[in-house]
């Protein structure tokens, strides 16, 4: 049947053609650089992760964008009348936006890479597309679709008669759930600022109407249309950009161009932690950081974070991380033994045929299972399946080296989806203070000291070695 996402806007299942055959143009709202990106923010990360690896998988060649936002967002979006994030950040850590923004956009960085994110193609920022958006903005004024009053500019969402098809709001409802005194400035209480004035905004640009800055919205428009074309095939983000960010960039982008603005828009649920949303006034707001000073591997957290739908809800708990930290140690044990073997350079006359119809297997029900919208439970299951098999036939020692080849390239392939295993790197030997751990853990455990034994393989995994106690002996990895 091909490949099928549920598209936000028409709230259905849908075959994807993109728009160019063989090309996806891909934009991710990325992040908003004004504080520590939270996990919250990373499963819709991770989320637009597994769907460019998946593309990538079937073949397609991806280009994609993630911005980042480093001016015009308001904290209270939908009725702007909010302080910039990253200006009022700026204030309560006494540095200058600019210095907020580059402080927590390495942070960023730093966590796309420990996440084992592929780097997008782009990583625009918007202050530095501010002529992109100042020539959106005129075209709008130009066509009728947009207002200055006062140096401000008001995208009229009257003048669009499509405005509310994603979210649902219809411009009525709007007017009449407007929770403030209307601003006298705008034609319509739903009308959104795509240039704003204000003398005490400390980051400032000339335009035609005036000294001022962007509003969030059009910078994504501005920013998209720049590497992508006015016409693109998907466009992700949470589900709490729908309402009024992506909604208003369909309004401003189709405005403008006068085309179709996405072909295909697809949401993430929001995490909840512990059945709560998350929150710091609750204890429960955790950074990536966060957990690895709790000692966990950031691969567990992504394997967490991708396992459920992305159109379900997703409930993190320590204990559902533990459960992923033991699927990604199973599957890294599984690839152990194969690239053991493999090193074996064993051969046997007769090959086993069962190796050739689980890996072909494997990749025929895991890609089937993401081709349903990404439906990545079965796919996983077919992954840990097709461990489970190909594992009894290493404990009967039915497998050679070139059976285990066959294997570890089904798994890899599995994996360039995933990203649990490939990012792995191994060392030869663990430093100095490490062995001294791993001495004293094996003299605990000869012992019966199982307590002690515990604590000292958590500490060690906090450093990055990894202990895995087989049938043959226990296994010392060293991971980045």
């Not at 942070?107 to 625009?124: G, K």
Request: charged share 30%; glycine share 8%; aromatic share 8%.
């Amino acid at each position: 049947m091909g490949i099928r996402f549920t598209n936000s806007l028409t709230r259905r299942a849908e075959e994807f053609k993109p728009i160019a055959a063989g090309e996806v143009r891909m934009y991710n709202c990325g992040p908003t650089v004004y504080s520590h990106v939270h996990i919250g923010n990373f499963r819709s990360f991770i989320f637009a992760d597994l769907l460019r690896r998946f593309l990538e998988f079937r073949g397609l060649k991806v280009t994609q964008i993630m911005n980042i936002t480093d001016v015009g967002h308001l904290t209270q979006d939908d009725i702007e009348a909010g302080e910039d994030k990253m200006e009022a950040a700026a204030r309560r850590e006494r540095r200058t936006p600019w210095e907020i923004a580059g402080m927590y956009m390495n942070e960023f960085f730093e966590y796309v890479d420990l996440l084992n994110l592929r780097r997008a193609t782009r990583y625009p920022r918007a202050t530095e597309h501010i002529p992109e958006m100042i020539a959106m903005i005129r075209r709008l004024v130009e066509t009728g679709h947009a207002y200055v009053v006062n140096g401000n500019v008001y995208f009229e969402v009257s003048r669009f008669p499509a405005y509310g098809r994603l979210s649902g709001n219809t411009i009525e409802q709007l007017k009449a759930g407007a929770r403030i005194e209307p601003n006298p400035e705008k034609r319509h209480p739903a009308d959104f600022a795509l240039w704003k004035q204000d003398p005490r905004h400390l980051m400032q640009w000339d335009s035609p109407w005036g000294r001022g800055f962007p509003g969030w919205h059009i910078e994504c428009s501005a920013m998209s249309s720049r590497y992508l074309g006015e016409s693109f095939d998907i466009h992700t983000g949470g589900e709490d950009n729908i309402f009024p960010h992506h909604e208003s960039e369909i309004a401003q982008s189709e405005a403008a161009s006068g085309k179709p603005f996405v072909g295909v828009w697809m949401h993430a649920r929001f995490l909840q932690v512990d059945g709560k949303k998350m929150s710091k006034s609750l204890g429960n707001f955790y950074t990536l950081n966060d957990l690895r000073a709790k000692g966990v591997d950031p691969m567990s957290l992504r394997y967490e974070l991708l396992s459920t739908h992305y159109r379900m809800q997703q409930n993190f708990t320590f204990e559902s991380l533990e459960g992923a930290g033991k699927a990604v140690e199973r599957l890294r044990t599984f690839k152990g033994r194969l690239a053991d073997l493999l090193r074996a350079n064993q051969q046997n006359a007769a090959r086993n045929k069962d190796i050739g119809k689980a890996s072909a297997g494997l990749l025929k029900g895991f890609g089937e299972a993401l081709d349903d919208d990404l439906n990545v439970s079965p796919a996983l299951a077919c992954l840990h399946d097709f461990a489970r098999a190909v594992n009894s036939l290493l404990d009967r020692g039915a497998l050679d080296s070139a059976d285990a080849e066959q294997a570890l390239t089904a798994l890899a392939q599995a994996d360039s989806v995933i990203g649990v295993l490939e990012r792995e790197k191994e060392k030869r030997e663990p430093d100095a203070e490490a062995l001294k751990m791993i001495r004293a853990r094996d003299a605990s455990r000869r012992n019966k000291d199982f307590a002690t034994a515990d604590r000292l393989r958590g500490e060690l995994r906090t450093r990055g070695v990894i202990l895995e106690d087989t049938r043959d002996g226990t296994r010392v990895r060293v991971v980045q």
